[in-house]
């Protein structure tokens, strides 16, 4: 079957275009939006995800993987070529819609306020995971969170009284309680943009090459979960071969999905002899030589794919950017 617009009506060009990437030139991608519609179904998306988080939400749950979908959304809507740039256009959408969207913005706003920092500020920054009284603490839960997120868990139990205490702050409606919020969700978009970045400096090395199908080896079938009731279920598993996780996120029909490719803590680079285990690490092996392997255009690598006649297509993708 041939795709086109009225196919998919938010489609307003043609949805396979063949690509050649030269992974081993230095990475100098741009967001090459094929699908009309693309920026607003991320903002939308967006939109609906961080309303789950931070507004309809009683029991706030707060991890690095819904926190990385955020922003990529937001950066690729906004097609912000910097931190700043991004920010700048968050303030410059249209407020005037109704008061659930201005509300809305205004945490968002908020958020991104928090995780612009200074470099040095942004780059130590702590990643967070909280737990509410629908998902109790395991034993083994820091386990499992390396495990399915690939970033260290800070905290990993919470006795009762701490977690009706959270909650309670979150229901608050005082501009110091969502601030206090807003900085722990800034603080995780930093955390997981440092790992991010250091797997595309990888990436152009040739750890990754394009092609026409992109992975489906989901280790664990119970990561399907609806996160957004009635939005759809995303997918979630680690590819052994490239040593990273596997984000499979629902798009605008149910057989086209995003993709986000999230790098396992640990890498070993064999040509400068790095060995990074986490930020801190990462920010102390940088040196004036080696700084270009890391300041990559773009810090981790989105998809967009399609159903095209039993296999996977790539018909939208970028390498989001951080200044």
């Known amino acids: ?28 991608l741009e967001i090459k939006t094929k699908l009309g519609g693309g920026a607003e179904i991320f903002k939308n998306f967006t939109f609906r995800l961080l309303n789950s988080l931070l507004v309809n939400e009683k029991n706030f749950v707060f991890c690095p993987l819904t926190t990385l979908t955020s922003t990529a959304c937001l950066i690729a809507a906004s097609e912000g070529q910097t931190r700043y740039e991004l920010t700048t256009a968050l303030f410059d959408i249209d407020l005037q819609s109704n008061d659930e969207e201005y509300a809305l913005i205004k945490l968002i706003r908020k958020c991104f306020k928090s995780a612009v920092h200074d470099k040095e500020g942004w780059m130590k920054a702590p990643s967070f995971l909280y737990v509410s009284e629908r998902y ?28 009706i205490a959270m909650n309670e702050r979150i229901r608050k409606e005082s501009d110091d309680c969502i601030d206090a919020v807003i900085k722990q969700v800034g603080d995780g978009i930093n955390m997981l943009l440092i790992d991010t970045t250091f797997f595309c400096g990888l990436w152009k090395y040739g750890f990754y090459q394009i092609k026409p199908s992109i992975f489906t080896n989901f280790n664990d079938t119970r990561s399907e979960i609806d996160f957004l009731q009635g939005f759809g279920k995303f997918r979630m598993g680690f590819n052994e071969k490239f040593q990273c996780h596997v984000i499979e996120l629902p798009y605008n029909s149910e057989d086209t999905r995003m993709i986000i490719l999230l790098p396992q803590q640990v890498f070993e680079v064999s040509e400068n002899g790095f060995r990074i285990s986490a930020p801190d690490d990462l920010v102390d ?16 690598m989105f998809f967009v794919v399609t159903d095209v006649g039993g296999k996977d297509m790539i018909v939208f993708h970028g390498v989001v950017k951080l200044l």
């Open 136 to 163: 109790p603490p395991l034993k083994k839960f820091k386990a499992l969170a390396n495990k399915y997120f690939g970033v260290s868990v800070i905290k990993t139990e919470f006795d009762q009284k701490a977690v």
């Open 285 to 300: 092996s940088i040196t004036e030589n080696t700084m270009d392997m890391f300041r990559c255009n773009r810090p981790f």
């Open 1 to 28: 079957m041939a795709y086109s617009s009225s196919t998919f009506p938010l489609l307003s060009k043609p949805l396979i275009e063949e690509e050649v990437i030269d992974v081993a030139a230095p990475l100098r």
